[in-house]
């Protein structure tokens, strides 16, 4: 069984938008005999490639949800995990990473390092995913891998080096020199799938070997081995192999690959670096928090015969029913085995065990630790952990962001309502970033998530998988409300009219706070009975959720309890809770309350020439801008813009730049927002509150 | 008006009282030394000097990491606003950094032309109203009069006050008799001041070796601590 573990890899390939990654993969799929025939990408032949399998992601030639597929290469069983390029889907990229053993970081041998490869590559980094990378489109005019590589270095901080330098380049783009062996690789038959070895080209024999000392100079920093080997000048294939090997899996190394998957080059040295460099289930660490005691940390081991421990990654709606992408860390699962959830504490029977390719399945019997496989019909969430029962286990939970940006939608009809009901619950299910719920003022649905275009795609698959037309309102910007000084309270609450009364006296303060919220009991001599106390705290925490300037969520606040009063017959806990409220609104005001808005780091990257262009849209956004980093004719400009200003951005960006600019955006952090403008959105408040009233 | 006090007691307005013609618009200063002695530090003090009036400043840098340059601004701020007392130190802090934008060219052998042009793109389309260019790894060892010769004009001509950090390498004597920097001699024409740091026993003096048109070395009654790297009076 060892055996099968060893020759087991789980990767992802991770790259920036362009870069190639989809044409990468079906070429992958293509060499492992998976499919038997080459698609190309959107534009290119109008067949779509057989991983971006939605109809949506067709249609824009990108890919959005992660499909996961399982090749063979060399006897070793390889399980893809297709990571979505685009920032705004980044918790599909930050999910898939947590189940990866390792990746592949595709770089355009063009644009090199550009800003979404830097967001990717922290991502990687985060959680520790080992990398190699891989140089593509090396047939592309201005393609230059030795310059990618000094930015790999560079920029994204790793130490890199090439295991393998190009026959020609641009137009005239051979083969490859594999650095390790010294030989020359070019690629034949029509889909390249014929590798033939030659001896290196005359000419090239100079370059190769000084990128082979190179590659030694970086190796032998971390190896021991090669070292002392190449002061005895006895280096063999072996050893480099083992000493890169060793690097990769700690991270202290990243090799580089290159290659045209477009043409059919490169692609089948990239597989035989994946099954050489990357690390197989066992090398890789993995812990659980153990429920039952206090989420003491658990190290997994990746064994069969233990109890089952795997994490749901993904959910997907098929045409036969939900689907739940699974990531075994512990044990192994059968049909007919029964699990347990441990978030929904509910135990099921394993159905259809399947291993997924892009767009069809394979009934397998069962999956063992390491694996990566399907369930059918599992009623669970994504990022659930599900056990042999018996264990209460937890995955490290994955970080979810807040939520930015919300859009209040309708079904244009009634009919559609319940499809668009069901599709809300799916999507809220698949994706802890949208998030769905009823305004009770308005009775509008909201939904929330991490970006324009994040909400737009939700908004497209109701359309096209739910066949629900939505209409939708103008995206809001989520707003917070914030004190700024302390205020004093002593309030109150006092019914005594007739039947049972109520009567509850609280005194203390409220303060700025570092974190969300914090309840501080400094009640002394029993003024406030101990079992009153949660009922303050209760009633505080219901205040929260509105902020009497626009109604958004307060943040930051403390509130000290130091003292009060009650009543042996009329206090309660709803008196108390009621004391409370009244003390926080007496308070409030007087804790001068500012509304803070959400500021996003933006990172355009442009050639220089509409640098002039950028800084002034930046500006006119009301954003700071932070940096410009010139390199050659591009510039990578930083800045810290509202949410607010951003809406439509991508658009007026591409007609600024004639379409040669790009930016990406992530939530920074919350700022105040300018008086002026909080004026408005306060008397906005206002006079939704007094039209509510009316009605 | 906390800012205002704050700049008033700056040594940065002790250097200027001291220069002859003093330093404005048009004016182009360098701070000379070997590496390490406290160039940057003095440059990024002129900065925030004017950061602290709501004055934007560009930062240039030839060679650091934007990070890098950061962490710089935010000890020196950390520092002085701790040895000022300053109040709503959060607020003073978040115009500081609104009014300070870094430009960094990484390239070798950036040409000044696309440096200009950068600056220009900034301050015309991108409506930042900086008055001081702060310009860091600048090398002068390159030939670069006609560098200089534009960033003069263009000091001129946008009313920009220039700073620049020069840094001092190879054998001694690296100065004349006069106390003049050997590698700044060729540029004496574009550059209005020249301000030299040495090491006296622990500290670091300033002297004002080049004042417009005088050429006499003057040690300034001002000192960097090595500790804190603040630029105070003495």
Redesign the interface.
Known sequence: MNGTLQRMRNIGISAHIDSGKTTLTERILYYCKKIHRIHEVKGKEGGGATMDYMELERERGITITSATTNVTWNEHSINIIDTPGHVDFTIEVERSLRVLDGAILVLCSVGGVQSQTLTVDKQLKRYNVPAIAFVNKLDRIGANPFKVKDQINDKLGRRAALLQVPVGLEDKFQGLVDLIRMKAYYFDGPNGELVREEEIPPELEDLAWQYREELLDAVSLFSDEVTEAILEDRVTEEMLLRAIRKGTISREFTPVLMGSAYRNKGVQLLLDAVVNYLPDPSEVENIALDLDREEKPVILKADPTLPCVSYAFKLEEGPYGQLTYIRIYQGSLRKGDELYNTRSKQKFKVGRVVRMHADHMEDIEGAVAGDIAALFGVDCASGDTICSPGLNYAMTSIYVPEPVISLAIEASDKLSADRLAKALNRFTKEDPTFRVYIDPESKQTIIQGMGELHLDVYVERMKREYRVEVVTGRPQVAYREAITARADFDYTHKKQTGGAGQFGRVIGYIEPFDGQYEFVNEVKGGHIPREFIPSCDKGFQAMLKKGQLIGSPIIGLRVVLTDGQFHPVDSSDIAFQMAAQGAFKQAYKKARPQILEPIMKVVVETP?EF???V??S???RRG?????????SY?RI?AEVPLSEMFGYSTILRSMTQGKAEFTMEFLKY?RLPASLAEQLMEEHRQKLEAGDRK | MVKKILSARSPIKTLEKNLRGGFGPGHLGVFASRKGVGKTACLVQIALDRLFEDKPVIHVSYASR?DY??SWYEELFRKLASRENLKSEMEVH?RV??NR???????EG?KTE?VL??M???L?????AARTIIVDGFNFYLPCAEDLAQFKKFAVDRQLEFWFSCSLKGEDPLFDDQGLPFVLKDYLSSLDIIITLEHDNGRVRLNLVKDHDQISSKKLRLELDPQTLLLTRI
């Open positions: 220089s640098s002039g262009n800084f002034g930046l500006n006119q700071i801008i932070v940096s410009s980093i010139e390199d050659g510039s930083e700022s | 934007v340059i950061i978040d950094v609104r934008v870094i430009l960094n060219f990484r390239q950036m696309q042009k950068s220009e793109a900034l015309g389309p991108g409506n930042f």
